[in-house]
Every structure is written in structure tokens, then in C-alpha cells.
């Protein structure tokens, strides 16, 4: 809702609607230079994600840092010959930079890095940056690195070059972040590393009652064709322990 809203009243809303899939899934590569590891398959979605919300926005921002792209592997097609920078030509819009992105998979990975020192820049509207399942980025990821012919370490979550850059909630962004519930995501920890002091803000699971609310809203929106009985309510409600996400991904599951 917060993103939705955002959007219509003109503001650059960066969305991550999965912070898991950014740690698990597609093809990742080991970043010679960075030592991190970048994850091109989840870059074009974003970008695709971000072109797609806002592209006539984007037409109107130009790029203000200039230094050329890194180019990494692309997804599948390992690197590119020759050259390994990408320039932009000067006066580029936040578009072009987007669009060349999707079109060139080694430097996929670069542009979404660089679409986050951009927001930081950007004059022309206020901007967002929404991220949910935000503790999956404080934990291991699905990814493994060898360590020899027999075994191998688990990547953690901030080795992998997306998160890392923008999972720190300090700078000039402002920034919303949803904590999942879920026992697949991974548990924050206390004390976040690059948060602002007094900005996490609990949200309670729903009630029952609050459950029953939902599952009514969701079949006078068509989400399901039936209506939920209290016993349905009642089966997702302890099904997700409350958990709103779950709750209304289920919902369309009764029909």
C-alpha cells in the first residue's frame, strides 16, 4: 500500500518485493574486483520491475555520476570481449542507464549499484526505496562458495553485491523495510548495522478478528470466489500464525 500510494502522488519508488530472491535462485558469479558477488538474473528484474513503474519519470532524470560501469558475467554468457567499462553518453537519462542495464547482461549488476548512488542524487522527485523480507539480507544466503573438492561455505547474505550496497539505511534516502515473519527468511539481529536509531517500528501479526477482516476484504475484492467461513479463518489464521503476507497469498487457495 505504502509503494501504491507513493507512486501515485509522483514519487521514485525503488521496490524490492522479495528480499529473498535476491539471495537465492538464477546464476551468481565471484566479482574479481570486489571480491562480492554479483547476481545478474535478479539485477534485470529489478531494473525490468523499476523501468516498467516508472519509465516516463525516469526519461526526465539525468544521470549525475558520471564514472564508467564495471562490467561483470552476464547471466550464462560469461563476459564480454574487449573493454570492460560501459560509458553513458553525458546528458543520459536515469532511463537510458535503466534500459542499458536490461539490454546488456554483464552490466546488469552495475547499473542496479549504480541506480543507488543515483537515487541519492535525484532532484526532480521525492524518493523511496521499499524493501520486504529486509531480514533475509542478515543472514546466509542460498549461495556456496568452494572451498575444495569435497566441501564448500555457505555466501552470506551481505557478500553478495545488490544487498550489500543497499541494505544500509543510513544516507538521504528514505527508506521503508518489512521484517517477514516466515521461518525461511531468517531472523534480524538486534542491532542492525547502518540504522538510524529509532526507526524500527514493530507490527503486531493480525488478530483473529483482524484475520476475518482481511479474508472478507479479500473476497469483496475477488481475490477468492468463495467466501471464507470462520472455519477457513480459522485454518489460515493458525496456519501462518498471523502473518499477513501468508495470509493473503493462502487466501486465493480456497477458490
Not at 44 to 62: C, M, N, Q, W
Amino acid at each position: 500500500m505504502l509503494v501504491h500510494w507513493a507512486r501515485a502522488q509522483g514519487w521514485l519508488v525503488f521496490y524490492v518485493p522479495s528480499g529473498r530472491d535476491w539471495t537465492s535462485g538464477g546464476m551468481y558469479y565471484k566479482n574479481e574486483q570486489t571480491g562480492l558477488y554479483d547476481t545478474p538474473v535478479q539485477a534485470r528484474v529489478a531494473l525490468e520491475g523499476f523501468l516498467k513503474s516508472h519509465r516516463s519519470l525516469l526519461d526526465t532524470i539525468p544521470c549525475r555520476v558520471l564514472k564508467p560501469l564495471q562490467l561483470g558475467e552476464g547471466a550464462g554468457v560469461g563476459k564480454l570481449r574487449g573493454a570492460q567499462e560501459l560509458t553513458l553518453p553525458e546528458g543520459a537519462s536515469l532511463r537510458a542507464l535503466v534500459e542499458k542495464g536490461i539490454a546488456v547482461s554483464q552490466a546488469s549488476v552495475s547499473v542496479v549499484l549504480r541506480i543507488r548512488e543515483e537515487l541519492s542524487l535525484v532532484q526532480e522527485a521525492p524518493v523511496l526505496l521499499c524493501i520486504d523480507e529486509f531480514n533475509s539480507w542478515f543472514t546466509f544466503s542460498h549461495f556456496h562458495e568452494a572451498t575444495g573438492t569435497r566441501s564448500r561455505r555457505p555466501i552470506h547474505a551481505r557478500e553478495v553485491s545488490m544487498v550489500n550496497a543497499f541494505r544500509t539505511m543510513e544516507g538521504p534516502i528514505m527508506m521503508a523495510t518489512a521484517f517477514s515473519q516466515s521461518l525461511a527468511v531468517g531472523k534480524l539481529p538486534v542491532q542492525l548495522p547502518g540504522v538510524p536509531k529509532n526507526v524500527r517500528f514493530p507490527i503486531p501479526r493480525y488478530s483473529l478478528e483482524e484475520a476475518t477482516a482481511a479474508m472478507t476484504y479479500y473476497h469483496s475484492r475477488k481475490i477468492t470466489s468463495k467466501e471464507p467461513s470462520s472455519e477457513d479463518v480459522r485454518k489460515l489464521f493458525y496456519l501462518t500464525n498471523g502473518n499477513g503476507e501468508e495470509i493473503r497469498t493462502l487466501a486465493r487457495l480456497l477458490g
